[in-house]
């Protein structure tokens, strides 16, 4: 279990993206997509995915594997569309978000259905418990929600949910359910940039500016790995900060552990010494450290802005935060305007309390400018222009 070659699935035919060609041809295939995969807590030798399967294209299901062997199946009426499990390992309950209104509640050991629950609400793509045994739900705009982060007080009576916050694209949820510092739960909002830490009772305790954030998850010990993607492939980013034990009182609320610059749609789940990702074919397990081996590419922004307005790509609702570890180059076009290049402050380095965040100015320039000071960086323009900026980050 420790090295990528365990779960190299594509090798032996379970999975191959067969995005264009026929299934039927692959008898052998047991998914043509993985949407998350996350290790048992109950049995980490164990790995229980969302797939794509192959036996019913455009829907889909949960699989369940361990030593390069398929454990269990179980195939679902819903389309396909990237939604994310969530592990009840004290009941020993698999809850599985449909993109619907409809959360499954699966059996853990042989994944069978055990009832679904019907809530008032659309679009749901992620669900996680919190300590007192409520349930949280992502109601995601692209798949027909409204952006809202919701709770259950009580699974058995799925008509009384209730909405807590609002996001602009809610693209992942996890729940740190025991914890010495307190529950707390993670939300990632992918039109905004962000991953917004909040308590059970709805506190935001801090927020991460990340690059197309597409995917969070809590590690064993209060750290968070998290992952870009989804934005056509601008940025392929996994980061581990530190753990997050702070509050909003303490000033620094995280640091980076580690990262790498491996291709994913999510994180998945972390393991002591490995961590588990997925992508679009298939997941594998990753030692860490993780490996750095290829610069990041983030997409900053294009399109026409107003005087003094803060570069973003169209569609989103904040600027596209610019993370650099190393050394960065950020280029932009057409060569001859201005634009102006802004720093979060040290002090609010990587995860920063709310509020007081402050950003200031480190230099104008036109067509490039070199970053050598590691830190979270946003490009703003000077004046009325139409501009196209990308960074290129090394690791």
Sequence with gaps: MHNSERWALLGISYGLGLHKYDPAKFPGAVFLDVSDAQYNPLNPDEVIAGIHPAKRPGTYGVAKFKDNAVLGE?????????FELYIDAEERLLYVATGTNVVEVRDLEN???QRGLSLPVEGITSAALDSHGRLWLLSNPMHGGDGGLYVLEDV????????????????????????????KLL??????????CISESCDCLGVLY?????????????????????FPKHTSLLLITGALHNTVKSGWFGYVM?????????????????????????FSEIPVPLPKRAPYVIRVGSGQFAEGELVREQGFEAFTPILVFNRCHIVARPKDVELALEVMVPYHHLIAPKPDLAWDEVERFKGMCEVNVPGVYRVRVTSKAAVEVYAVCEP
């Design 74 to 82: 179980a195939l679902t009426p819903y389309k396909w569309g990237g």
């Design 111 to 113: 994944l069978q259905l």
């Design 156 to 183: 058995e009576r799925p008509g009384k949910v209730e909405k807590v916050r609002q996001y602009s694209i809610p693209a992942s949820l996890d729940s740190l359910r025991i914890s010495p510092w307190g529950q």
């Design 187 to 196: 939300v990632a909002d992918y039109g905004k940039h962000t991953v917004e």
């Design 210 to 230: 990340f690059p197309y954030v597409s995917g969070v998850k809590w590690t064993l010990d209060e750290r968070v790995l998290i992952s870009s993607g989804k």
């Design 258 to 282: 580690d990262y790498g610059t491996q291709s994913s749609n999510r994180p998945d789940a972390f393991y002591l010494d490995r961590v588990l990702i997925q992508w679009y074919l298939g």
